[in-house]
């Protein structure tokens, strides 16, 4: 029953591509992660995700188009849509999405974690 | 599949305490709100409730100590708990909750909204 600062909890980390929890309420989990470069192409089959943008600029790629999401914006994924998130220069996001979110979708990679830390 | 830009919806409405539906996710939703004042004392018994702050300051009193939110900080009222938003100045807020959740818990009050518009 504590509040959590964003800002504050972006301090505690600098790696990319590595999702940390900072929150959880029914069934969904709330995480920051920094990212950079490029992830790979991958879907979730049965969860929607959000992204919204903290800091700097994602380009969320789809297969039909592309979302540039800046600061204060964010993006749906719906289940099932692949999607790659690119980030040409670092970029500071809040996901929104169930506990039994995967990574990186039914793909493995290096970047791929399989378990996240709470913060 | 389009992005939302957070402050763009804000410029949409201007009342208090009628949050907007701004995206929908794994039977959550995502909504704006506007908060001036007090609200009522109530509870959620089945869905825990997010508080982002936007702009500006909120209090979420609870029975036994009073949470202070400022721009760029979230809570999450844990279900069954009771609380009390109270903004002194004008707050702009990101709640993300169950689709399922009434505004004002079980509670009755000339503030509740029984049906919110997406934007």
């Given at each position: 029953m504590e509040k959590v600062n964003i800002e504050e909890k972006l301090t505690k980390f600098s790696d990319h591509w590595h999702p940390r929890i900072v929150g959880e309420l029914n069934g969904q989990q709330v995480k920051l992660a920094k990212l950079k470069g490029e992830f790979i192409w991958h879907e979730h089959a049965d969860e929607d995700e959000l992204f919204l943008v903290v800091k700097g600029q994602l380009k969320i790629e789809l297969r039909d188009k592309t979302i540039i999401?800046?600061?204060?914006?964010?993006?749906?994924?719906?289940?099932?849509?692949?999607?790659?998130?690119?980030?040409?220069?670092?970029?500071?996001?809040?996901?929104?999405?169930?506990?039994?979110?995967?990574?990186?979708?039914?793909?493995?990679?290096?970047?791929?974690?399989?378990?996240?830390?709470?913060?």
């Open positions: 999401l800046n600061e204060g914006e964010f993006f749906i994924v719906p289940k099932g849509v692949e999607h790659k998130p690119v980030a040409e220069e670092e970029v500071h996001v809040m996901l929104f999405e169930p506990a039994s979110t995967a990574h990186s979708g039914k793909e493995r990679h290096e970047l791929t974690k399989d378990k996240l830390d709470h913060i």
